[in-house]
């Protein structure tokens, strides 16, 4: 990473949560600054659908950690285990 970007990404770190998520996202946008009409009104949509199913009960969720586990077995592969940090 380039010094300016890591001197960018430490300032950043440093904002309030909402302030980090606005900018994480935005800065995904300008990735993709083309995005097809329409996408973001159907993710919309979704995320509505998703959020009733919740509510409603008649959806469930699982931990990140299972669902990664399942993918992984199921291409034969094996998890990596996170390093430990040594200060």
Do not use: C, N, Y
């Not at 309030?16 to 935005?26: F, I, S, T």
């Not at 946008?29 to 009960?57: M, Q």
Request: glycine share 6%.
């Amino acid at each position: 990473m380039l010094a300016r970007a890591q001197d960018l990404l430490s300032e950043a770190l440093q904002l309030p949560e909402k302030d980090r998520a606005d900018l994480a996202g935005r800065l995904v946008l300008s990735l993709h600054p083309h995005a097809e009409p329409g996408v973001e009104a159907a993710w919309e949509k979704e995320i509505d659908r998703r959020l009733d199913g919740f509510e409603e009960r008649k959806a469930s969720s699982r931990p990140w950690s299972t669902i990664k586990r399942s993918i992984l077995k199921a291409q034969g592969a094996r998890p990596r285990r996170k390093a430990l940090s040594r200060g």
